[in-house]
């Protein structure tokens, strides 16, 4: 599965937010993820992908965070 696949089936699941409004240029803002949100999304990352996420900065869009993960 892409990254950005698991990603939207994560913000499916836990924030309601429908696959196909979470483009590769949707901002965490436009899609209404706030950073309690974002903290929730990062925990599932790291047990769905088995991946350490650290202390990432200026993510802003989905292809940040996708970038971020697939140079993990």
Excluded: H, K, W
């Excluded at 913000?11 to 899609?31: M, Q």
Aim: hydrophobic content about 40%; charged content about 30%.
């Amino acid at each position: 599965m892409a990254t950005i696949d698991t990603i939207r089936s994560i913000l499916e699941e836990n924030l309601d937010i429908a696959p196909e409004s979470v483009t590769e240029e949707s901002t965490f803002n436009s899609l209404g993820i706030d950073s309690l949100d974002m903290v929730e999304l990062i925990c599932e990352l790291e047990d769905q992908l088995g991946i350490d996420f650290g202390e990432p900065e200026g993510l802003e869009t989905m292809t940040d965070l996708v970038e971020y993960i697939d140079n993990l």
